[in-house]
Every structure is written in C-alpha cells, then in structure tokens.
C-alpha cells in the first residue's frame, strides 16, 4: 500500500459531518450494467457500478460527488456511452450498498484496492481502451491521491468541481486547529499536486458557490502536468455545471479522452 497522508485533523467529527452526507440508497441496474462489491477492509466493501461501451471504449474511474450515490448515474451514464465512453463509478464507506461509515482518511486510502478491481475487472472483461480517472467535487480527493501513484497505467485525469486545498475544509472547525499540523497537511497536498504529470482537463462553474472557481485556478497553476487544460462553464455553479453547459461539458471530455 502507498504511503498515505495523515489525514486526522480532517477526522473530526464536526468537519465530517460538513464532508460526509452518507446515503444507503441502491435500484438494480440497468440493462448493460453491472455491480461490483470491492473488498477495502475487513469487513467492509464499497459498492461501484459498471457502465461499458465497446471493448475498445476509453474507461473512466469516477469518484462521484457528497451526497451522491453510484446508481443515480443511471441517467448521466448512458451520456458518456453515446460519446463512446465507459464509465465505472465508485461510491465511499457508507454510501449505496458500501459497509462502514465514511473518514476523509479511509475514503483516500480505500481509493487504491478501488482502483486495482478497476483495473482488473475492465481487463478482464477484454476491456482494451485506455484508462482515465476522473472525480467530481468531493470525489477530486481520491482522483487526485490515485493519480499521484499510478501515472504509468492510465492515460488522463478529469477533475470537475473540485478543490485540491485541504485549507477550505478547516474554516468549518468549531474549535482551534494546530497551527503546525494544518501546515504539514497543506505542504504534504501540495507536494502530492506537483507530483502528478498526468495529462489533466479541468471542468469548473464559473459561478460555483460551494467550491469557487479559485480552487480549479489554483489546482491548474500548481500540478506538476505539462499537458494540462482548464475550462470555465459560463453561468454555471456546482450542482448544475452539466446541465447548464452539457455541450461544452462533453465537448471538453470527448476530445481529451480521445486526443
């Protein structure tokens, strides 16, 4: 297992309850999907759903967003097969039909055995396409941590409305936070940021109110990438980034993952 930030400033209750908002809903798939139960603990596994295209389809990893679960994509999903597109996403402790209860701490470190059933499973379904990650708000954390680790097996990163700042999070502590811990957390961040050179395309709402445009800004300016694209959805906030701008949402995914 990878080294793994020490994420315990963020594990407190008052700030998981503003992180997390866990929810145990689940509807069979839809005809063409499947879903998969992967192991993370003992005792404990994390419900993903499988959407493929053809064999030789780009497949993303998605990391959905809080509040989100894995089968409400089965109405965003069939958007990403008409382009072509793949798409296996991954829910968090506590969420669907995933045992436990989710800490910012497990949810990055339970994104590394997610990731080797990713690639496993697509493998062995003779899925042949290259292998993308890509996480939407909440879910930027564990893309960011995987994309950190396994640059050589996956051809891109898609961030939409996230933040790489762990320092935002803070500002919701009822109590003081230690100085010297929350600067090693924010270097330990930003040296993980500049270690990832993945090819990178950012998606963010220009008039995003829960995570501000600064946050994509900041993350475009600060990754080590060379190749690397920011697009701004005008009028856009964050819960309705790809109803607003769907043209320019999947104009921006299909021409990266098909570059």
Known sequence: MPDQLDYSLLDQPQILRFIFYPRADWTPPPRGASDHLVPVAQGVSISCRFYPASAGSPCILYFHGNGEVACDYDGIAPLYNLEGISLFVADYRGYGRSGGWPTFADMSADAHPIFHYFVNTVRSLDHTGPLFLMGRSLGAHSTLELASHYSEQLSGLIVESGSANMARLLRFLSSPVDPDRLRRLEE????????????????????????????????????????????????????????????????????????
């Open 188 to 259: 330990a961040v930003a040296a993980k940021v500049r270690s990832i050179t993945l090819p990178l395309l950012i998606i963010h709402g220009e008039l995003d109110e829960l995570i501000p445009p600064s946050h994509a800004y900041y993350l475009f300016e600060n990754v080590g990438s060379e190749a690397k694209q920011l697009v701004i959805i005008p009028g856009a906030g964050h819960n309705d980034i790809m109803l607003v701008g769907i043209e320019q949402y999947f104009l921006a995914i299909r021409e990266f993952v098909f570059r």
